[in-house]
């Protein structure tokens, strides 16, 4: 599957991704900015917060609720599209914008 991130300032880059790899691992391993994921990837430091892109956030998995604490802890605004990058698997084509700010 294809995920197209999209910076701050709508520079898009799109990626193949390993089917199963979260969104954070494709943009951390192809060295993509605007991922900080200091916690690895266990949703403990909300710094992969991404917006997902319209018409992209029906068949994700749902918000646990250890991904809902810490999307309140966003440097950036949280908003009804957020989620954290490391909990979402890709499973087909994917849209995500990076916030402003990610500490
Ligand atoms: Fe830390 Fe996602 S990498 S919450």
Known sequence: PKVTFI?????????DAEAGTSVMRTAVSNGLPGIVAECGGSAMCATCHVYVEDGYLDGLPEISDVEDEMLDCTAAERCANSRLSCQLPVVSDLAVRFPDAQV
Do not use: A, E, I, S
């Open 7 to 15: 910076q701050p300032d709508g520079m898009q880059n799109v990626l």
